[in-house]
């Protein structure tokens, strides 16, 4: 471990055992998904995911989020109808999903704002979903869950800023399931149970199709395709396009949680002048979606995660005996 990340390091444990001691417990279950690593996990899938299994058994499920970008700070309930530069692109994609989205950056005050809101009770079934939440001590969490990229895995193992680890990759430990997203990687599966962790589980990605400006599904048929987004591993999202049929030609990569603008988007116009079809994630098309001039030519991909019942009442019976 080099200077930097000792640096890194030091601060990481600091204000970890200052956010524990001031912890708060929430009085319904709390499930954290989250990550040990910067960039995209499918942490979004996966809460969506999880949260309509719930509701599938008589569960209200709230998921609780920061809404990173969003210039609002909250708490505040999310709904389909604002736009992602107020609340954030993940919080808005859930809440057009028909979830319970509360946006408030620190989870333990979303969650009593959501109780008092939604009026609540002790028999109300109620369980808080964290989005985000393996590095936020500050609250409870009866089960953690942690989602590592299938494809991209530790990297280098390093901490940032020398790797992409936000946490000590130790931390494993502190974790009741891990999930194995976006693809079935078995390296990586048996590296984790080599590091003695037991409940290792795959929650791949399912492409439900390309989805054009009037709601069809578009079909590959051999057109010319470019592609932009601004996610954590752009190259899995081009990996999924490839998958389904679809080669493409060009493409632009973005930051993750990139903000666009009516320029940026004529910039991508001129890039994909000569393509038939422009295709982007749904996490990008919300933050787009309200732009004047949107050709007929944009589609988005619809992803959904897999996760199978099996798993789910393991989740419930960790939820249960914390």
């Not at 509360?102 to 964290?130: N, Q």
């Not at 393996?134 to 609250?139: A, E, I, T, Y």
């Not at 409940?199 to 390309?210: C, D, N």
């Amino acid at each position: 471990m080099n200077i930097f990340e000792r640096i890194y390091l030091f601060f990481y444990l600091r204000k970890k055992k200052k956010d524990l001691k001031s912890q708060k417990k929430l009085p319904f279950p709390v499930i954290s998904v989250g990550n040990l690593t910067v960039g995209g996990t499918g942490k979004t899938p996966f809460t969506i995911a999880l949260a309509k299994e719930l509701k599938k058994r008589e569960y209200k499920p709230i998921i609780l989020t920061r809404g990173y970008r969003g210039r609002l700070k909250g708490p505040l309930v999310v709904t389909e109808e604002m736009i992602a530069r107020d609340v954030g692109d993940e919080p808005l994609m859930m809440a057009m999903e028909g979830l319970i989205v509360i946006k408030c950056p620190d989870r333990y005050s979303g969650g009593i704002y959501a109780i008092e809101k939604l009026g609540f009770t002790d028999k109300g079934r109620a369980v808080f979903i964290v989005d985000d939440g393996f590095q936020h001590w500050k609250l409870y969490r009866n089960v953690n869950i942690l989602l590592i990229d299938g494809f991209k895995g530790f990297g280098n193992c390093c901490l940032i800023p020398c790797g992409p680890l936000r946490s000590p990759l130790t931390e494993i430990t502190e974790a009741d399931m891990v999930f194995i997203t976006k693809k079935e990687n078995n390296t990586i599966y048996q590296h984790i149970k080599d590091m003695g962790i037991k409940e290792v589980y795959f929650a791949p990605f399912k492409v439900e199709g390309i989805i054009s400006m009037d709601g069809r599904k578009i079909e590959p048929a051999g057109q010319k395709v470019f592609a932009f987004a601004g996610i954590g591993n752009f190259q899995g999202f081009l990996t999924l396009l490839n998958g389904v049929g679809f080669k493409v030609g060009r493409y632009k990569k973005f930051i993750d949680h990139k903000k666009y603008s009516e320029t940026t988007l004529k910039k991508i116009l001129n890039l994909a002048a000569e393509a038939e079809v422009l295709v982007t994630t749904k996490k990008d098309f919300v933050k787009i979606k309200d732009f004047s001039n949107l050709p007929d030519s944009l589609c988005y991909m619809e992803i959904s995660m897999e996760i199978n019942s099996q798993t789910v009442d393991k989740i419930m019976d960790l939820m249960h005996n914390c």
